[in-house]
């Protein structure tokens, strides 16, 4: 539906299935209901309008590639109640420039925020256990990232090609740094 231009999903609604809204260009601003627990694959992918997603307390799952292309928006701010973000769930965001509070998530999955090119910052990762491979690959300008004590694993190629990034604590919680975590970080 490429010329969608507003959606009201309804309270009481419990998860917004694999691909419902995929590809409706002209959507401009999504809001979950606070009764939504689960976001499908590819829920809004290529929604490439979208300045605004509001996320309530209650949302669990955001799954894989569900707001993939969601070219336009800005800023995120994720619920506590939020406990896994899905592989590529924010790829491709490329005027995304930070991720506010991510909430209650412990895990980040595979190439989650990768190209998200004008990605500035990404704080309020108190919870994460685990950053997937190739999450935060390529976001050029990444300059502020606190990895949180409890961190244990950080994926392949995990902040690879994030030239702007300079420092990087590593908290004696992490076990594993895979292969090229930050190949390509110049500034470092």
Do not use: M
């Amino acid at each position: 539906c490429r010329f969608l231009h507003t959606v009201e999903l309804p309270y009481g609604l419990k998860e917004i299935a694999e691909s419902t809204f995929e590809g409706c260009e002209a959507l401009k601003s999504i809001e979950i209901p606070s009764s939504v627990v689960k976001i499908g694959n590819s829920a809004f992918f290529f929604c490439t309008d979208v300045e605004e997603i509001i996320f309530h307390e209650g949302l669990k799952t955001i799954g894989d590639n569900a707001f993939g292309a969601c070219r336009s928006v800005s800023s995120l701010t994720f619920p506590e109640s939020l406990k896994s973000i899905g592989a590529g769930a924010f790829s491709y965001c490329t005027w995304l420039e930070e991720v506010t509070d991510f909430g209650g998530v412990t895990s980040i999955g595979d190439a989650a925020f990768s190209s998200c090119q004008f990605l500035k910052s990404a704080r309020g990762l108190e919870g994460v256990k685990s950053i997937g491979a190739r999450a935060f690959e390529r976001c050029t300008l990444l300059k502020d990232v606190s990895l949180p004590e409890g961190l244990r694993t950080i994926g392949d190629h995990a902040f690879s090609s994030c030239a702007s990034l300079k420092t990087i604590t590593l908290p004696s919680s992490v076990n594993t740094i895979s292969s090229s975590a930050f190949k390509g970080c110049f500034s470092l």
